[in-house]
């Protein structure tokens, strides 16, 4: 641009919103080329080690060299360690599948929602909702939630509403919001 339009680098650098100071910069990064091999020789006998163990070793050798570079380095040679997955021992056991609900008070889903006031006090809410009829005969506010409120309040509403035949819950929400 500076030879083709005749102008000098800072007019050219402001007609592109180029900073001038980048235009200018040299790289003062040493040739990495010694670290890269040893790097590469330690993980090809040590395979399962991670860039971590890998920057020990460095360090140990003598290398002066920082754990991002290390790092960095291990990155782009594409020695990264591959994310075993655990094998599942035990089969999941097959469940009857959920059964639609046929009339009011023959299944019900319960579960807790949470909010926060704005003075940063958390709220639970226990909702029970009538599958069939999408009707909700308990939304029962608390700060703090119990094994015995809740069945406090399923009491409360059975027996105003009559009991059903079944309840559906989300028994890891559940055990999580009761134990805080």
């Given at each position: 641009?500076?030879?083709?339009?005749?102008?000098?680098?800072?007019?050219?650098?402001?007609?592109?919103?180029?900073?001038?100071?980048?235009?200018?910069?040299?790289?003062?990064?040493?040739?990495?080329?010694?670290?890269?091999?040893?790097?590469?020789?330690?993980?090809?006998?040590?395979?399962?080690?991670?860039?971590?163990?890998?920057?020990?070793?460095?360090?140990?050798?003598?290398?002066?060299?920082?754990?991002?570079?290390?790092?960095?380095?291990?990155?782009?040679?594409?020695?990264?360690?591959?994310?075993?997955?655990?094998?599942?021992?035990?089969?999941?056991?097959?469940?009857?599948?959920?059964?639609?609900?046929?009339?009011?008070?023959?299944?019900?889903?319960?579960?807790?929602?949470?909010?926060?006031?704005?003075?940063?006090?958390?709220?639970?809410?226990?909702?029970?909702?009538?599958?069939?009829?999408?009707?909700c005969p308990a939304a029962d506010?608390?700060?703090?939630?119990?094994?015995?409120?809740?069945?406090?309040?399923?009491?409360?509403?059975?027996?105003?509403?009559?009991?059903?035949?079944?309840?559906?819950?989300?028994?890891?929400?559940?055990?999580?919001n009761l134990a805080a």
């Amino acid at each position: 641009m500076c030879v083709d339009w005749g102008v000098s680098i800072r007019k050219a650098c402001g007609a592109i919103c180029f900073d001038t100071s980048s235009y200018h910069y040299k790289s003062r990064r040493a040739d990495q080329a010694a670290v890269e091999r040893r790097i590469k020789e330690i993980a090809e006998t040590r395979v399962r080690y991670g860039y971590r163990r890998v920057h020990v070793l460095l360090r140990r050798e003598g290398w002066i060299i920082n754990m991002k570079k290390t790092r960095r380095i291990y990155n782009e040679l594409g020695l990264q360690l591959r994310n075993k997955h655990p094998k599942r021992r035990v089969k999941a056991k097959l469940r009857e599948d959920r059964q639609e609900a046929v009339g009011s008070n023959d299944v019900w889903a319960m579960d807790f929602v949470h909010d926060q006031l704005a003075m940063g006090k958390k709220l639970r809410i226990l909702t029970v909702v009538d599958t069939h009829s999408r009707l909700c005969p308990a939304a029962d506010p608390r700060f703090a939630y119990r094994g015995e409120d809740v069945v406090q309040t399923l009491e409360r509403v059975c027996a105003r509403a009559g009991y059903p035949k079944t309840i559906r819950v989300d028994y890891v929400l559940c055990r999580e919001n009761l134990a805080a």
